[in-house]
Structures are given as structure tokens and as C-alpha cells.
């Protein structure tokens, strides 16, 4: 579970809560940042849809495909020896049919080197994340805000707020874990509520936006480092203002060059 060299799997999860060890997760999209996560250590590394909009620029997560989020798995795997990769299953890859959803998570397991697979839902696709688990695939739940439904919902607001709702996630949440998820995600939950989930269950939460009694945390990796500048949610905390960091360095590169300042002659050839 604590080993610096032996990668971690989806039972060591399970041991991080049950030792009360908190789960770090963050998202990556590509080699380099998958490689520095790696590095400093961190737990999970999740390949999300988010990447259609912090990556892509498009307005939801929607319209990301599997083999665009094949593409990016494959990258984040390569660089990471370590941490569990977990992979974002995109709108309308597992919602039709449990054969279809089965053949497109076999896909991240072959063509990536991920180890897991995510859906978002509770109860209404059990059927699918259980003919996934029983055909040797591990399954992280989602359920909260789930932003592949963000029509449904018209909007991106707190799930868990009225009894009806709260019923809803706390049964989904129990059969999640009887269907043999390894974890799930909770986002977008009041903070008691998200606790009193994440206390009724074996398998760790994974909380976003659900408060700090969640057996571990994960953020969208362009939020914390603020390179993602178009809205930040509440929950977001950022680490480092990195999209301005990125504009002055590129700034200072455009003045040398018109200035001849850049290359000097020591980083010419003579
Ligand atoms: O797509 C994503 O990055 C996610 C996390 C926010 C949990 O699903």
C-alpha cells in the first residue's frame, strides 16, 4: 500500500481505507504532467472526460470520443509506473447496452495499459458496471453531479439536497458496492451527506467537491495548477497560478526575439 516502487492496485484502495489513509487523485491528460505525478508519489491518476473541455476547449464533456480518450490514456500510461491509472468511459460508450460498454472498456485495458475503467451513474447502469467487473475489469463509480448529464439536470449544481436525491445516491452508492466497484467518485454532495456515504460503505469515496470526509480527494490537474481560467468552482483550490506564469514567460520570449536578444551566442553554434 505505502511501497514507493510497487505499483498500486485497485485492493490497495481498499486497504488505504481501511487503514484510514487518505487517496490522493488527480487527473492527467498527457506523458509529462502523468510523469510528475507519478514522481511525487500520488495514488491514482484519472484520465477524464474533463479533458474535452480543459484540453479540448469544448463547452462540456460530451462530445469526447473513445479513441480520442484512448489517445490520452495511452499517453498517461506510458509515463506512469507506479500509480493506478484509471480511465474516463466518454458519453455514449457504455449507456447503450452492456455488450458495447464491455467491448469499449476491454479497449482501455488492451490499447492503453490502464488498469480501471470510470462510469458515471448509480442504479440505472448496474447491470453494465457488473458484466464489466465480472469480465476482469475494475470499475471506479460516479454518481453526485455526473456532467454527462448535465442536460438532464440543465446545470452543474450540489446533488444530495433534497430526501428524494439523497435516497437515490445513498442506495446507489450501497449497490455500486455490492455490484463490485472498487471506489466511486462523489461530486457535487453536501459534506455531511458525503460522509455519511462514504461511513455506510467498504470501498473508498473518492470526493470532488463533497467536503473532506471522503476517503480521498481528486481535482481536474488544469484547475489546481490554474491554467484552466474560464470559472472556478468552490471547491477548487489552486496550487500555483500557472496560465500567468505561462503568459509572462511568453511575453519575455517575444520581446527578446524582436529585441535580438534570444539566442545569445552561447546558445548558437559557431
Ligand atoms: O472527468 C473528470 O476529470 C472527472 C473528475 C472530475 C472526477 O470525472
Given amino acids: ?54 484540453f479540448y476547449g469544448e463547452p462540456s464533456t460530451l462530445s469526447i470520443t473513445v479513441d480520442q480518450m484512448i ?12 500509480a493506478l491509472v484509471i ?14 460498454a464491455l467491448r469499449n472498456a476491454g479497449r482501455f485495458l488492451k490499447e492503453t495499459g490502464a488498469t480501471a475503467v470510470k462510469m458515471e451513474g448509480g442504479l440505472p447502469i448496474l447491470p453494465t458496471i457488473r458484466r464489466t467487473i465480472e469480465a476482469g475489469i475494475p470499475v471506479m463509480g460516479h ?14 449544481g450540489v446533488r444530495g439536497r433534497t430526501a428524494e436525491e439523497r435516497t437515490f445516491l445513498k442506495e446507489s452508492a450501497i449497490a455500486l458496492e ?11 454532495i453536501p459534506a455531511d451527506f458525503a460522509s455519511e456515504i462514504s ?16 476517503d480521498g480527494q481528486v481535482l481536474v490537474t488544469n484547475d489546481l495548477l490554474g491554467l484552466f481560467e474560464d470559472f ?13 506564469t505561462m ?9 527578446d526575439v524582436r529585441d535580438r536578444k534570444f539566442p545569445s551566442d552561447d546558445e548558437s553554434y559557431s
Avoid at 72 to 81: F, G, I, L, N, P
Avoid at 232 to 244: G, S
Fill in 178 to 188: 455490492d455490484a463490485g466497484c472498487f471506489s466511486m467518485v462523489l461530486e457535487a
Fill in 1 to 54: 500500500m505505502g511501497n514507493p516502487t510497487k505499483p498500486v492496485t485497485t485492493q490497495d484502495f481498499i486497504r488505504m481505507k481501511q487503514a484510514g489513509r487518505a487517496i490522493a487523485v488527480l487527473t492527467a491528460y498527457d506523458f509529462p504532467t502523468a510523469r510528475i505525478l507519478d514522481e511525487i508519489g500520488i495514488d491514482a491518476v484519472l484520465v477524464g472526460d474533463s479533458a474535452n473541455m480543459v
Fill in 232 to 244: 472556478q468552482p468552490k471547491f477548487v483550490r489552486r496550487y500555483a497560478e500557472l496560465a500567468q
Fill in 87 to 100: 480511465a474516463d468511459m466518454p458519453f455514449m460508450s457504455y449507456q447503450v447496452n452492456a455488450d458495447e
Fill in 143 to 156: 454518481i453526485g453531479l455526473v456532467p454527462q448529464s448535465i442536460h438532464r439536470f440543465g446545470g452543474y
Fill in 71 to 82: 489517445y490520452h490514456t495511452r499517453a498517461v500510461a506510458r509515463a506512469v509506473k507506479r
Fill in 199 to 214: 461511513q455506510s460503505i467498504k470501498i473508498p469515496t473518492i470526493g470532488i467537491g463533497a467536503g473532506v470526509g471522503c
Fill in 247 to 255: 503568459r509572462e514567460a511568453f511575453a519575455r520570449y517575444v520581446q
